[in-house]
C-alpha cells in the first residue's frame, strides 16, 4: 500500500475545508437517510450488507422472517462507494496524469470525508471473477481498507464491467444511500435512463469522471493490446476532430441525463483540481435537492 496517498487524502481535504466548510456531508440531502440514533422507525427484512447488531430476533422469531430495526438519523448517512476497476484505470488522463492514481485518490477522498462525518460506508468494485463488497462501517481501519483494498484491483483483469455493479446495486440493496461512483468514459456509458432512474428511487447519486487521454496525440499507448497507436492514426487531423466532437456529445449527454435524474456529476481531470471538484459537486447537489 502506497501510504502516500492516505497523506495526501487528509492534507489536500484538510487544508480545503478549513477555508470552505468542514461540515460537508452535513444534512440529509434529498432522501431520509437512516443510521442509529434513539428515534425507532420502523422494521424490514434483512438484506446483505446490513449490520447483524440491527436485527430483531424477537420479532423475526414471531414472523419467521430475519427483520432488522431501522433508526432515524438526520446527520448520518449510508454511502456506498463504486470504484471502477480493470486495466482501463491504468492509462493517463488528458492532463497526463495516472488514471490509476487519481481514481484512488478521488475514492479515498470521499471515504475519508465520510469516515470524518462519522458516517458508515461501504466499497463495492469489480474484481476478477466476481464482484467484491465490504460491508458499512466507519473507523479509521476501515478507511485505511477501503483504499488499499481499490488500489489493489485497479489493473486487475475483471469479466464484469460498471453495468453489472450498478445493475447488481439496482437489484440487491434496499436501505437508502448516498451512492458515489468513480468511473471514466466508458463506465458512463452504462448509466442509462432506466438505471438512473432505478438508482435515483431511494438513493442520492454521484458520478465522478477520471478524464480519459485522447486516441489521438504525438504519442498514444494502447493498455489493452499493450502496443503504440500507430502513427498514421494518431497524427490524423480528420480523426482528431472525430474524437473531440464525439467526446463532447458523449460529455453533454452525460450532463442531461444526470440533469434529468438530479444526479451530481463532475469530471477531474488532474489532482491539483480534485478536492475543490468533489466539495463543488457535493454542494450543487445538495442545493438543487432544496
Known sequence: MDYDFLSRIRTGITLYTKKKTSNLLDGSFRSIFRGRSLDFDDLREYSYGDNVRDIDWKASSKTG????????????????????????????TDAGEAKERLAVMTLGSIAYLANRHGDDFALLMNRGAGLDFSFFKSGEVHFERVVRRYESSIGMKTERDMGDILYYVAENFRRRMLIFVVTD??????????????????????????????????????????????????????????????REKRHNDMLELCKRYDVGYTTIHKESELIEKIVEMIEQHKESGK
Open 65 to 92: 422472517k430475519t427483520l432488522i430495526r431501522r433508526y432515524i438519523a438526520e446527520r448520518k448517512h449510508n454511502i456506498l462507494l463504486i470504484g471502477d476497476s480493470g486495466s482501463k484505470m491504468v492509462a493517463d
Open 185 to 246: 468514459m466508458a463506465g458512463e456509458a452504462h448509466f442509462t435512463d432506466k438505471m438512473m432512474r432505478e438508482l435515483t428511487v431511494q438513493n442520492d447519486l454521484m458520478v465522478l469522471s477520471i478524464a480519459d487521454a485522447y486516441l489521438t496525440g504525438d504519442l498514444v499507448y494502447d493498455v489493452d493490446r499493450r502496443d503504440y497507436e500507430a502513427e498514421f492514426l494518431r497524427r490524423s487531423k480528420n480523426l482528431g476532430q472525430l474524437e473531440h466532437e464525439e
